[in-house]
């Protein structure tokens, strides 16, 4: 059991990475257009990401600080603060979508317009970031995302004709009513998605609130290498089952209902009330991942004191962040402007972001200052700068197709 708890901030930050409620959605929506033909970007995204996250936990190992600590102090304030704008802009977005997505998941099981339950999901998630032990958050909501494997089951239980999926998915074999830019569009959203910034941030910083030390180099791999290619696989079995319940008919998904639909035709009530169970643990360590990462960033940025292992009092800015923060993200929400509609802006706009977040990251895994003879080898490099490439390419082309596609309509 130990050893299971050990990996719990991969599979939290996985989890609240790769099925947040702009994965949720997004997935479900792609695998209801182009079935698997888009799994590439998937793969090529959870590659990407262990990549990169195992640069930054073996920096937070390794020095003892955050990533984004040691991003200041070794590439100046300026290069800082851009890549500061750049992460908080998108990670705030996304904390927006992600509590308005606990709103949303609330609503399947009381029947209760979400914007009343919005002001109690921002009190309750307030009151976890400021009184919970980080051990005790990552390990209950990690546990309940877990409750998400039933996409995996439903797509088993749907029988699909595996040859043709995974066909589809090694040739992408678009179906012929899409437009090869609308592919392209959707291909950018979801690596995007996969390689969400605030992932990499929260990580590190959870490996420094988890007091990480070289020695535990191999419990962070473990974290890495189960927890975010678990979360792929959960992104692509919701996309599976929508392929399977909705591409046929040309069934549009435009809700948390419609996306946990499939889950429903495969494994009846039971099955639907695990999913919402899913939705719930998901969109709300989403937000747990993304309010603290911004009081982390923040707060690391400017040198105040942070984390949940020190006392509140010890932290008031980083809390005060986080506080303020949430009370933003609850009075955007108030506006009625649609949840569905920020997270699927704030899946793209991450992609936006990425070369912000990740070349530093393998600048500061490079320096053997903070690394000694922990820095980066020939393998993590080479790929290091194949994906940092890749990730320019993405970040360029992202707002010429979110325009020339209409969001991808």
């Not at 609240?16 to 997004?26: E, I, M």
């Not at 970007?41 to 920096?59: S, T």
Request: one cysteine or more; aromatic letters at 10%; hydrophobic letters at 55%.
């Amino acid at each position: 059991m130990k050893r299971i708890f050990a990996v719990m901030l991969g599979i939290l930050t996985a989890i609240g990475g790769f099925v947040d409620a702009g994965d949720l959605v997004t997935n479900a929506v792609v695998g209801s257009r182009f079935g698997w033909s888009l799994a590439g970007a998937v793969v090529l995204g959870v590659i990407g990401i262990c990549v990169y996250a195992e640069m930054a936990g073996r920096v937070a190992a390794v020095s003892g600080r955050a990533t984004f600590d040691l991003v200041r102090e070794r590439l100046g304030p300026r290069v800082g603060l851009l890549n500061l704008v750049g992460s908080v802009a998108v990670t705030l977005l996304t904390y927006v979508a992600e509590i308005g997505g606990v709103a949303l998941a609330l609503e399947l099981v009381s029947s209760v317009n979400y914007l009343l339950l919005v002001p109690f999901v921002g009190a309750l998630l307030w009151a976890v970031l400021w009184r919970a032990k980080f051990q005790a958050m990552e390990n209950v909501v990690g546990l309940m995302g877990l409750a998400l494997i039933v996409f995996a089951v439903a797509l088993w239980l749907l029988g699909p004709d595996w040859s043709q999926m995974l066909g589809d998915a090694a040739l992408a074999r678009k179906p012929d009513t899409e437009t090869w830019t609308t592919y392209s569009y959707y291909f950018v959203a979801l690596f995007g998605a996969a390689m969400t910034p605030y992932a990499v941030f929260f990580f590190s910083s959870g490996g420094v609130e988890e007091k990480w030390s070289v020695g535990d180099l191999p419990t962070m791999r473990a974290n890495v290498l189960i927890g975010f290619p678990l979360g792929g696989m959960l992104s692509l079995s919701i996309a599976g089952v929508a392929a399977m319940v909705w591409l046929p008919d040309g069934g549009q998904v435009d809700s948390l209902a419609a996306v946990g639909l499939p889950v429903g035709v495969a494994l009846g009530k039971i099955g639907i009330a695990i999913a919402i169970v899913g939705f719930v643990a998901a969109t709300f360590g989403a937000a747990c991942e993304t309010g603290l990462s911004v009081g982390y960033s923040i707060a690391q940025y400017f040198g105040f004191q942070w984390g949940k292992r020190v006392r509140p009092s010890e932290a008031t800015a980083f809390h005060l962040v986080v506080l303020l923060s949430t009370l933003g993200a609850v009075a955007v929400l108030l506006t009625t402007v649609d949840p569905i509609m920020v997270t699927e802006i704030s899946v793209v706009f991450s992609a936006i972001a990425l070369p912000l977040t990740y070349f530093p990251i393998l600048v500061v895994a490079n320096d053997r200052g903070y690394m000694g003879d922990h820095v980066n080898g020939r393998l993590s490099n080479t790929l290091g700068m194949v994906f940092l490439v890749f990730i320019v390419v993405i970040s360029v082309a992202a707002i010429p197709l979110m325009v020339i596609t209409n969001m991808g309509e």
